[in-house]
Structures are given as structure tokens and as C-alpha cells.
């Protein structure tokens, strides 16, 4: 059975070339190689995620046309923003007077946040950092796509600022080979999310 996955990023403009290929590594993991995954791009900004308004307008639009909802946003350090996005997931539980649940026992939706950014599944992946960078410190930063993520990609590519995106998709794609490192570095935030997504599928099985 084929399973349709739509990924919710706060910016698609970059987050979309992180989180998908991350996304469909960590499915493949699951035994769902060939799911079909795809990423929505309607929301302008962390203020548009969490924002049950914005949510539910997507949930409601792909009601029936989507087994699987991903929403990924950065921590920025926010030690309440896990809270933010549990409220979300329990008011998606939830019908809204006449409004049915937007989720059934054949509909996922979870909310992630990245720590610190996106960006540092990217890192993760890669397995030529710095010798002199730290990981603890890297998911410490709070701007860790500042100080650590560009400073990685300029060394990777000398041209990289002149075609930022072009650069992290293929950083992206490169990292995602090496999922079984990035959900080992990454287990308070993909290694949950990939608990949870498996605890899902066996359930809905």
C-alpha cells in the first residue's frame, strides 16, 4: 500500500531541500522506500506553524488525499516550543463543533522540532566536519545554521553563497545516504520522529 506523505515546513524556500530527503530516508528506514512525499509550501514563517489556523486550512485540504503529516519547525532555543507543537497535534485529535476529527485511525500527524535547525540534520549526515567543531556544541547553537551550517557549506563549495539552495539540496541529498548517522546524532529530534512515525504505521498496519 502506498503512503502519501506531505511534509509542513515553517520556510519552504530552503527547509524543502533538508526535509525531504531526510523525510524519505527516514521512511525508507521504516520499510516505506516508496512512499510518496511531498512538501507544502503555503506557510510564510514559524508564526503561519503554529498557528492552528494555518494548520488546520492544510489538514482540511488534503483531508482524504494525505495518510501522513509532517510538520517540522526550527527550536531556536524555544525550551517551550515542543509544548506549542503538542497542543497542535491534540487539537487535530479533536472535532471542532460540526467539524469531524481531521485524524483518523488511518491518518497521521506529528510535530517536530528541529534542534536547533533543520540545518543540523544536514551536518549530521556529513561525515567529514570539522575536527575542531564539537557536536555537543553544534546542537547547542541556537543559530547553529550561522555559525556552523554556512561556515561547513562554504568549505564544501568555495561558490556556495552565490547558489545557497542549489548547494543545500545537494548537501541534502548527500547527508540523507547516511541516515543511520544522522538519527544517531539526531535522536532527540529525528530519532523521536522516527519512533513515533513507526509506532504509527505498526498501528495502522
Known amino acids: 500500500m502506498s503512503l502519501n506523505v506531505l511534509i509542513l515546513p515553517e520556510d519552504a ?11 524519505g530516508a527516514l521512511l525508507g528506514h521504516l520499510g516505506r522506500p516508496q512512499a510518496k512525499v511531498r512538501v507544502h509550501s503555503g506557510f510564510g514563517g514559524l508564526g503561519d506553524a503554529l498557528k492552528w489556523e494555518c494548520v488546520s486550512k492544510v489538514l482540511d485540504q488534503y483531508r482524504g488525499m494525505v495518510d501522513l503529516f509532517v510538520l ?23 472535532g471542532e463543533g460540526a467539524h469531524p476529527p481531521f485524524l483518523t485511525a488511518q491518518t497521521g500527524f506529528f510535530a517536530e522540532n528541529a534542534w536547533q535547525e533543520v540545518e543540523v540534520w544536514v551536518l549530521a549526515g556529513c561525515d567529514d566536519l570539522p575536527t575542531e567543531w564539537s557536536w555537543q556544541d553544534i546542537r547547542a547553537e541556537r543559530d547553529s545554521k550561522e555559525r556552523y551550517y554556512n561556515a561547513y557549506a562554504a568549505r564544501h563549495d568555495p561558490a556556495w553563497d552565490a547558489r545557497p539552495t542549489d548547494g543545500l539540496r545537494q548537501l541534502a541529498a548527500e547527508a540523507a545516504r547516511r541516515y543511520d548517522r544522522i538519527r544517531r546524532l539526531c535522536f532527540e529530534d529525528v530519532g523521536r520522529l522516527e519512533q513515533r512515525i513507526g509506532d504509527w504505521l505498526a498501528a495502522r498496519a
Open 13 to 23: 524556500t530552503y527547509d524543502k531541500d533538508v526535509l525531504k530527503p531526510i523525510v
Open 72 to 94: 517540522v519547525v526550527d527550536r531556536d532555543g524555544d525550551a517551550h516550543r515542543a509544548q506549542a507543537l503538542a497542543r497542535l497535534e491534540a487539537r487535530a485529535t479533536v
